[in-house]
């Protein structure tokens, strides 16, 4: 099955550029969705199909995807910012899943 | 408002069965694809079951393949998760979410409901 890896922890002061990488085989030919998640509350899509943000989500928040690593960044970091984040891609081949990688806590120093 | 409503979860034993219900509102509930995700105590993101539009076609992830079942009813607006032979393992906040119709992301998630597995 398909496996995503992202770095456990990632810290950034605030006002700076805090990007969170998603590993995997070929990760580039597929479409990558980041999600965050706020302590006791559901995930939010931030962004989907490697670079889209949906309505509502801030500018600052931007992805892209290539080779064998798609990336999640958040400029100009707000303390707001402090989350989970995941993430995501659908699996076409063989079993038809959905695969979440292992998550990556952001701390706002 | 769009919104998902899951209700269902609670404390049961091992061995034991329930059923998860997800209420949707605010949009057309029938044009949308629809899964259930889990989150364990501490734990990431797990995503457990996909169904179509219509109900015809089903995925299940191999962690719950032949225990857990997901259905809808389109007339009633709502998704369903039967699960049988719960053990300790699925004790989670499991979310129901919209697969999204530009992706195939996540665009829509309840709140989720917590279920305990335990003697």
């Known amino acids: 099955s398909y496996v995503l890896t992202q770095p456990p922890s990632v810290s950034v002061a605030p006002g700076q550029t805090a990007r969170i990488s998603c590993g995997g085989d070929s990760i580039g030919s597929k479409s990558v969705h980041w999600y965050q998640q706020k302590p006791s509350q559901a995930p939010v899509l931030v962004v989907y199909?490697?670079?889209d943000r949906p309505s509502g989500i801030p500018e600052r928040f931007s992805g892209s995807n290539s080779g064998n690593t798609a990336t999640l960044t958040i400029s100009r970091v707000e303390t707001g910012d402090e989350a989970d984040y995941y993430c995501?891609?659908?699996?076409?081949?063989?079993?038809?899943?959905?695969?979440f990688g292992p998550g990556t806590k952001v701390t706002v120093l | 408002e769009v919104q998902l409503v899951e209700s269902g979860g609670r404390s049961v034993p091992p061995g034991e069965t329930l059923l998860l219900s997800c209420a949707a509102s605010?949009?057309?509930?029938?044009?949308?694809?629809m899964n259930w995700v889990r989150q364990a105590p501490g734990k990431g993101l797990e995503w457990l079951s996909f169904i179509s539009v219509t109900g015809n076609t089903i995925y299940h992830a191999d962690s719950v393949k032949g225990r857990f079942t997901i259905f809808r009813d389109n007339a009633k607006n709502s998704l369903f998760l039967q699960m049988n032979s719960l053990s300790a393992e699925d004790t989670a906040i499991y979310y129901c979410a919209r697969t999204s119709a530009e992706a195939y992301a996540f665009d829509v998630w309840g709140q989720g409901t917590m279920v305990t597995v335990s003697s």
């Open positions: 605010g949009f057309t509930f029938s044009s949308y694809e």
């Open positions: 199909a490697d670079r």
């Open positions: 995501q891609v659908w699996d076409r081949g063989g079993d038809h899943v959905y695969v």
